[in-house]
């Protein structure tokens, strides 16, 4: 059974940092190209990172410069390092996937096959 679970959420203040980690199981990662989206109370899903099989990523104009996606293969897991987080980056965060030999990936949700159930991120003082 393929499934995708996210970590790493949790409250920290504004200017601080986390890494989220998104664990598959049920299939090889490698394969897959992995989106991160978000989703605060009352918000639209919001795309934020992606990276592809290939290791080519994409990032919304909101977070580029302070986060970055990357992908272990022999871990078969995808992280999110958010630097500098705002209290606008306050949401639920997923992670998602989709079978592609493309070498390059969309931050689109509706690209996407699989979904986790979500870590919160929260950024207050």
């Known amino acids: 059974q393929l499934q995708l679970v996210e970590s790493g959420g949790g409250l920290v203040q504004p200017g601080g940092y986390l890494r989220l980690s998104c664990a598959a199981s049920?299939?090889?990662?490698?394969?897959?190209?992995i989106g991160w989206f978000r989703q605060a109370p009352w918000k639209d899903r919001e795309g934020v990172s992606c990276?592809?099989?290939?290791?080519?990523?994409n990032y919304a104009d909101s977070v580029k410069g302070r986060f970055t996606i990357s992908r272990d293969n022999a871990r078969n897991t995808v992280f999110l390092q958010m630097n500098s987080l705002k209290p606008e980056d306050t949401a639920v965060y997923y992670c998602?996937?989709?079978?592609?030999?493309?070498?390059?990936?969309?931050?689109?949700?509706?690209?996407?096959?699989?979904w986790g159930q979500g870590t919160q991120v929260t950024v207050s003082s």
């Open positions: 990276i592809s099989r290939r290791g080519n990523t």
């Open positions: 998602a996937a989709v079978s592609t030999p493309s070498s390059f990936c969309l931050v689109s949700f509706a690209a996407y096959d699989y």
């Open positions: 049920g299939f090889t990662l490698g394969n897959y190209a």
